[in-house]
């Protein structure tokens, strides 16, 4: 997947990034009640703009993205100054309470996750194959600790075995984190020109409470 999604950055095929907040981010992460300070990850993150909206909402982020495209797209988009610095085999850019980590996801260990507090998917589970679909839930429940909440954004579309974005239905998800996660549909959306309805779901991490 590495070599085909940097190409898409490079080529500039980036219809999944949007120009705005998702919706779903302002409508339903208050829902959550999170503490402003936690931590929040950001698998997969592009240059999601809802990340600065995290921010604001007075979280520190990490984000993690294989494309160093994208995060130079995404430092670009403000007048903060960056710091840059290396850690745990991750390219790691600061802007702000924004920490980019630019490096494969799976790498991420819980050592470098260990302030995560809560995480937000719009398009990093879609973006995967189904296999690998089952270790992203499973490395996602890694590094989230227990009590734990986040919020996914996933969607479903007629053409099942075609992505990125690929179709995930709502049994798929429960089947992926119901085992590590309580799993919670906040929103199913109306199909759009194209039959593709995005849902909304809160997760929280199963397991005892430190």
């Known amino acids: 997947?590495?070599?085909?999604?940097?190409?898409?950055?490079?080529?500039?095929?980036?219809?999944?990034?949007l120009q705005h907040t998702h919706p779903a981010l302002a409508k339903h992460?208050?829902?959550?009640?999170?503490?402003p300070d936690t931590k929040v990850?950001?698998?997969?993150?592009?240059k999601s703009l809802d990340m600065r909206w995290l921010a604001e909402a007075g979280h520190p982020v990490l984000g993690v993205e294989l494309a160093p495209e994208a995060i130079e797209q995404f430092l670009t988009q403000s007048k903060v100054s960056v710091s840059r610095y290396t850690q745990a085999g991750f390219d790691i850019s600061r802007q702000g309470s924004v920490e980019l980590?630019?490096?494969d996801f799976f790498h991420l260990h819980i050592q470098e996750a260990a302030e995560i507090?809560?995480?937000?998917?719009?398009?990093?589970?879609?973006?995967?194959?189904?296999?690998?679909?089952?270790?992203?839930?499973?490395?996602?429940?890694?590094?989230?600790?227990?009590?734990?909440?986040?919020?996914?954004?996933?969607?479903?579309?007629?053409?099942?075995?075609?992505?990125?974005p690929y179709s995930?239905?709502?049994?798929?998800?429960?089947?992926?984190?119901?085992?590590?996660f309580r799993v919670t549909l906040l929103e199913?959306?109306?199909?759009?020109?194209?039959?593709?309805?995005?849902?909304?779901?809160?997760?929280?991490?199963?397991?005892?409470?430190?």
Not at 29 to 35: F, G, T
Request: glycine fraction near 12%; proline fraction near 8%.
């Open 29 to 35: 992460w208050s829902d959550l009640a999170i503490a």
């Open 117 to 164: 507090g809560a995480f937000y998917d719009r398009a990093s589970l879609i973006a995967l194959p189904p296999a690998t679909r089952e270790r992203y839930a499973f490395h996602l429940a890694q590094l989230i600790p227990p009590g734990a909440k986040g919020l996914l954004v996933s969607l479903a579309h007629p053409d099942h075995g075609a992505g990125p």
């Open 41 to 46: 990850l950001v698998p997969l993150c592009g």
């Open 168 to 180: 995930v239905l709502g049994t798929e998800i429960h089947q992926l984190f119901t085992a590590n």
């Open 188 to 210: 199913e959306g109306s199909p759009d020109e194209r039959g593709r309805t995005e849902s909304v779901w809160s997760l929280t991490r199963r397991g005892p409470l430190v």
């Open 1 to 17: 997947m590495s070599t085909s999604w940097r190409q898409r950055w490079q080529e500039g095929r980036i219809g999944f990034h």
């Open 101 to 103: 980590w630019c490096g």
